[in-house]
């Protein structure tokens, strides 16, 4: 059966508050009772060594009734409730004088006759027992005076009885069962107040989680005031925040990819139905646009692709030890071409070897946009140098060019946002996405004399890939 916290929280404390208050109780009942009865039995074990010590010194054959006398006196003093049954030889009561007016003395009296005369098992002196006597329960203790005559103290019994706590228990239990009868209905009442505090916050969190499941992203105030809750509520706040970010990024991705796409496909779709039509006289001119827009396209589906796979931390890392200033000056000969085409010229500076352990196909993705974007930009010279960092290196590529527009400098690196000269506005967030992959990190700065982007690479990127992505 499912409860709510509230009364996940509160069931088991009413409980506790029922049975607890009980169950102490009856405890406490047991332990007086054991208690009163320990002290009853001790007392009654001193007196009895008292006997001991008096039958030994024989003072009850030579001063007779007087030491009974002063015996009893001396338990009056000491003992709580200790009574004395003394009979002589020919089973007279010498003490007490009035037991005819104690009914537990007759009692007892004849029980010790049935006993002394043989039709029942007689009591095993120097022991103490306890005998029921009508219906209370005594504690006793049976002793016989040795070489006694016939009128001299020869049976001495020793008794008290256990004590009854039920009157004491009964008077305390009313004012006990009072308050402690008070002190749950005001418990009761605090922990429904409690689990309320609790129950509810949970219930406005869930609602929020359930309208994050719908896109809702609204912030949660659950005026909770329990410090888990807090710290919970502030992180449901936060990743609706991060979630509103994420989908709004998205959204502006599906359209920029969805614009990125449509643009060359109707180039294409055009050129492709003039041909056919007959339209175009240059056909080999019309092909040649239909090819380039097809590059243009195969280039952003594939760093639409990339970018997923990063996303979804899908890309398998196969790191490799490589040397890196040979690493990059072979690709800055593949960029010859290109940056011939634009009339740029590229310039590598290299002040020491460094081997690193990295992924190649990613740093070359990153590093061939990198450099692609400053050639672009240049006016004559892209400049690359490499320095070597007390865990990893930093790459440096500046162009000469008019530099990074300050509205620029936070936008250079989102998806699909392209500057003046740019190609589909992917190249630079790869660039990113491949660092960051590696544990690394790209950033671009504007100088007085053009951009400078600035490429650190860590020793071994095993150390800061996802470990479910890394390969030994």
């Known amino acids: 059966m499912k409860l709510s916290i509230r009364m996940k929280i509160f069931l088991p404390v009413m409980m506790i508050l029922i049975v607890f208050p009980l169950a102490v109780w009856l405890m406490f009942r047991y332990t007086l ?4 009865n320990y002290n009853t039995r001790k007392e009654l074990e001193q007196a009895a060594a008292e006997i001991e010590r008096l039958t030994e010194e024989k003072k009850f054959q030579e001063e007779g009734y007087k030491a009974l006398e002063e015996l009893q006196e001396s338990f009056r003093i000491r003992f709580h409730d200790m009574r004395i049954l003394a009979v002589n030889g020919g089973y ?40 029921t006597i009508g219906t209370e329960r005594y504690m006793l203790y049976y002793r016989l005076v040795e070489e006694a005559g016939p009128e001299d103290v020869k049976y001495l019994i020793l008794y008290c009885p256990f004590y009854d706590t039920s009157p004491i228990l009964d008077q305390v239990s009313r004012f006990v069962l009072i308050i402690m009868a008070a002190m749950a209905v005001a418990s009761i009442a605090l922990f429904w107040f409690v689990a309320g505090s609790i129950s509810g916050p949970v219930q406005r969190l869930c609602e929020a989680a359930r309208g994050i499941g719908e896109k809702k992203f609204k912030k949660v105030e659950t005026g909770a005031t329990v ?8 992180e449901i706040n936060q990743m609706q ?3 509103f970010q994420a989908d709004q990024a998205e959204r502006t991705f599906f359209q920029n990819a969805s614009h990125e796409l449509r643009t060359p496909l109707m180039s294409i779709s055009g050129y ?13 001119q019309a092909a040649g646009i239909i090819l380039e827009e097809s590059t243009r396209l195969t ?24 040397e ?24 590598f500076k290299a002040s020491e070897e460094c081997v690193v352990i990295t992924d190649v196909m990613l740093l070359e993705r990153a590093f061939s946009n990198v450099v692609s974007n ?11 140098s490499l320095e070597r960092l007390e865990n990893g290196v930093k790459i440096v590529v500046a162009d000469d060019g008019p530099g990074i527009p300050p509205e620029e400098t936070d936008h250079i690196f989102d998806r699909f946002y392209k500057g003046k000269n740019g190609n589909h506005g992917l190249g630079l967030a790869i660039a990113r996405c491949s660092m960051e992959y590696m544990g690394g990190s790209v950033r671009a700065v504007s100088s007085g004399h053009g951009a400078v982007f600035e490429m650190t690479l860590p020793q071994d990127c095993r150390s800061f890939a996802p470990a479910e992505l890394r390969e030994i």
Not at 227 to 234: A, F, I, N
Not at 299 to 322: F, H
Not at 374 to 384: D, F, G, S, W
């Open 33 to 36: 009772d054991v208690h009163m």
């Open 92 to 131: 007279r009561v010498l003490m007490p004088k009035n037991y005819d007016d104690q009914p537990e003395m007759t009692g007892l009296y004849s029980m010790f006759l049935t006993k002394a005369t043989g039709s029942e098992d007689s009591w095993e002196p120097g022991k103490i027992l306890e005998e």
């Open 227 to 234: 410090k888990e809750l807090c710290q919970l509520e502030d």
């Open 241 to 243: 925040e991060k979630l």
């Open 272 to 284: 492709a139905q003039g041909i056919q039509c007959g339209v175009f006289e240059n056909v080999p």
């Open 299 to 322: 280039e952003v589906v594939d760093g639409i692709l990339t970018l997923t796979r990063m996303d979804q931390l899908r890309y398998q890392v196969v790191p490799v030890e490589k």
């Open 324 to 347: 890196i200033a040979g690493f990059l000056k072979d690709r800055l000969e593949l960029l010859e071409g290109f940056a011939y085409s634009q009339n740029r010229r590229l310039i």
């Open 374 to 384: 400053c050639i672009r930009y240049a006016k004559e010279n892209v400049t690359v």
